[in-house]
């Protein structure tokens, strides 16, 4: 209890900090269907803010629209404002590649590219060009899988193909491979939905160890791991921002009855 | 009775069988009350509709084997059993002869000859004659026996508890196999076709000349004292040329250019443009290759010719190795187009997703995970590309010439196994000598060079599928 209390006051001090994203009154539609109407919320840079609902409620959309990556699908369109430290992501001088860079993402089944674990990892300092030498290209691998937690597991192997390790570590090397061009913002949409529940404690204590580094965004469908891992919670429900606030807030006293509904189990 | 009414009557008949037996079997459920629907299903094992089936097939098959079986046999049959009725003196002596006489009989008999020359053969008409229609009578009363004691037998067996299904599912799966084997034979047969003549063809000619010569020139004369009696086989020639024009110049231009527009369809163009464009390319697959046979050698030939000649290159031919070869290439641009495309759309979506997540740009996405990922399926494609460009023959009957020249000279005439096979077969040949028989083992092996290179890339292009499913 005490601790609970304690997390509590944690949680009411980063709220006081300056937002990293800004989103304002987001639209987005797929072809002619609204999937989400008008969601405005800030997430902050030091604390992790998970966003929860039962399926197809727009959370995973709303994420996508945090680095761009609904611009891959042809008939999604987008109104409103999202800023990353004051700056529309949407406006045309913004470059989309600089924007992914700065807000990486890790998907929902892990998805290595079919190479080495070296190279999977040293695939975005490559591409942004953040190494001139061989060796601050080891440095920066040799960083981000300690930080994501798999170095000591895959030292005496990074040259084995990253297909090749368990469901997992390809996880944890996708966070890694994100970590490795120093991102603001981690957006993770389900990364622990297509794992067991060992691999599912790692990560999310490795979401833990990243806080503060990053701002880091989850889309989760276990209610449990947003009430772990999370200071700030959003419960979607049918494409609109039900409820934003402290995790603890949310768990404890929701303030809507659709979110004491679903926290509960009541749907889902 | 002819064997076509035969088979008719035997239908008419299966048909009839068909629908008592399957009014027989509906009958089961009319007597009865049934408790449930349970009791229903358990009672009455196979529907009426196979019992029906069960029966037609009875009836059918067994004479219609005979009748069928006959009219392969039949005729040799008769003709046996009407010389043999002839005197001694009469009969015809040699194989010759004797086909002569048969012709003469058949056609008199047919009516199509009003009378034979041979006047034993005139005489045979008759006993010809009476013989065949006693043979017929004996196989159509049989057919007859057959089908009713089949039908009959099969008649008797429907009961409420036969299991009629399993029996006709598996004669249904009984044809399946026989369909599916009637390729697979064909196949067999044409192989060992090739591999007699081409054994007939190393008596006369030893392999290794065949297979390391250099030296092609097939023309033998038919008389010893003609000029170029003996001719020279050796094929390394023509296997160069085939490479040159089929896996190097035609992959030269296929590759790129198919590789490319498969990116662009795949990675860059609109769903829109997609839709237009890919139909399109794949038009060019439906060309006729007579039509791009004749496109090489009246268009693309003399201008590479002129080309040739404008760069300084004195000994152009008109019909060259690059213009065959460039058509080519275009011919099997859809074709590796088609083979990359599958191969890129193959690699899951997740894999894009991470790359343009990391903030790869969409061209290093392609270079740096889309096509390292998508290459087994691509190279695999490619080597289906060349087995078949190397089995082209229109284009290079057409534009790449007859002269058998080892030459990397793209400007130079070569010529290839195909083109070759063509020339050896067309017009009147005698099968005896080496000159002709050289066309089979030209086939043997480019029907080996094909049949690896497609098992190797089918067997690539597998394993690359089942990477990603």
């Known amino acids: 209890m005490n601790d609970m209390m304690a997390t509590m006051t944690a949680n009411a001090e980063a709220t006081m900090s300056a937002p990293k994203m800004t989103a304002r009154d987001v639209k987005v539609f797929y072809g002619e269907k609204q999937a989400l109407n008008g969601v405005s919320i800030d997430v902050h840079s030091d604390l992790v803010t998970a966003f929860i609902g039962p399926s197809g409620c727009g959370k995973s959309t709303f994420l996508r629209c945090l680095n761009r990556m609904n611009d891959t699908i042809e008939t999604a369109r987008m109104e409103g404002n999202i800023e990353l430290e004051g700056h529309n992501i949407y406006a045309p001088d913004m470059d989309v590649v600089q924007l992914r860079a700065r807000v990486g993402m890790v998907f929902q089944k892990p998805n290595p590219f079919p190479k080495s674990i070296f190279e999977n990892v040293a695939y975005g300092p490559r591409i942004h060009g953040l190494s001139s030498t061989k060796a601050e290209l080891d440095t920066i691998v040799e960083q981000s899988l300690v930080r994501a937690g798999l170095w000591n597991e895959v030292k005496d192997r990074l040259q084995d193909s990253g297909t090749a390790l368990s469901g997992g570590q390809q996880q944890r090397l996708c966070i890694a491979r994100a970590i490795a061009v120093d991102p603001e913002v981690i957006l993770m949409d389900e990364p622990c939905s297509a794992l067991d529940p060992i691999a599912t404690a790692k990560i999310e204590e490795l979401i833990d160890d990243l806080r503060g580094r990053y701002a880091i965004v989850i889309v989760t469908h276990n209610m449990q791991q947003a009430a772990r891992v999370s200071q700030r919670t959003a419960f979607f429900h049918l494409g609109t921002l039900v409820e934003y606030g402290d995790t603890a807030e949310i768990f404890t006293n929701p303030r809507e009855q659709r979110t004491k509904d679903y926290i509960t189990g009541r749907f889902g | ?325 460039v058509v080519m290439g275009i011919m099997i641009i859809p074709f590796v187009s088609s083979m990359a495309d599958d191969s890129i759309t193959a690699v899951p979506a997740a894999m894009r997703d991470g790359s343009l997540a990391m903030g790869a740009t969409t061209s290093e996405t392609i270079k740096r995970v889309l096509i390292p990922a998508a290459l087994p399926g691509i190279v695999g494609g490619v080597l289906l590309a060349v087995s078949r460009a190397i089995g082209e023959t229109m284009i290079v009957v057409m534009a790449a010439g007859l002269a058998a020249n080892l030459t990397a000279n793209p400007f130079q005439s070569v010529t290839t196994v195909t083109a070759q096979i063509v020339q050896l077969l067309t017009g009147d040949q005698e099968f005896d000598s080496a000159k002709t028989l050289s066309a089979f083992a030209l086939g043997l092996v480019l029907f080996a060079v094909t049949l690896c290179l497609n098992i190797y890339a089918l067997s690539v292009v597998k394993r690359y599928r089942e990477a990603y499913e």
């Open chain 2, 1 to 325: 009775m002819s064997a076509a009414a035969l088979i008719f009557a035997l239908l008419g008949l299966a048909v009839a069988a068909f629908l008592v037996a399957r009014a027989r079997a509906a009958a089961f459920a009319g007597r009865r009350v049934f408790a449930s629907a349970a009791d229903r299903i358990s009672s009455i094992h196979s529907r009426p509709a196979y019992h029906g089936w069960y029966v037609a097939l009875w009836a059918l098959v067994p004479a219609l084997i005979l009748v069928l079986g006959w009219s392969l046999v039949g005729e040799g049959i008769v003709a046996d059993r009407t010389i043999a009725s002839l005197p001694a003196e009469s009969r015809p002596q040699t194989a010759l002869d004797r086909q002569a006489f048969l012709a003469e009989v058949r056609g008199v008999v047919s009516g199509q000859l009003a009378g034979a020359f041979n006047p034993s053969a005139d005489a045979a008409v008759p006993v010809y004659r009476s013989i065949k229609t006693q043979w017929s009578l004996v196989i159509a009363g049989l057919a007859a026996l057959l089908a009713a004691s089949g039908g009959g037998f099969a008649w008797l067996r429907v009961r409420p508890h036969f299991r009629a299904r399993p029996r006709v599912e598996r004669f249904v799966m009984v044809v399946l196999v026989l369909s599916s084997l009637v390729s697979i034979l064909t196949t067999f047969g044409i192989v060992l076709s090739l591999i007699y003549e081409s054994i007939e063809f190393f008596r006369r000619v030893s392999p290794f000349e065949f297979l390391f010569g250099t030296n092609w020139s097939p023309q033998t004369a038919i008389r010893a004292d003609q000029v170029g009696s003996t001719g020279a086989f050796g094929a390394v020639p023509l296997f160069w040329g085939t490479i040159f024009i089929g896996a190097i110049i035609a992959m030269i231009v296929a590759i790129p250019l198919g590789l490319m527009s498969a990116i662009y369809l795949t990675q860059y163009a609109k769903p829109r443009s997609r839709r237009i464009m890919k139909p399109m390319l794949e038009v060019l697959a439906g060309v006729p290759t007579v039509v791009y046979g004749y496109f090489a050698a009246l268009t693309v030939a003399p201008a590479v010719r002129d080309f040739a000649l404008s760069i300084g290159i004195s000994n152009a031919s008109s019909e060259s190795a690059l213009a065959a070869g």
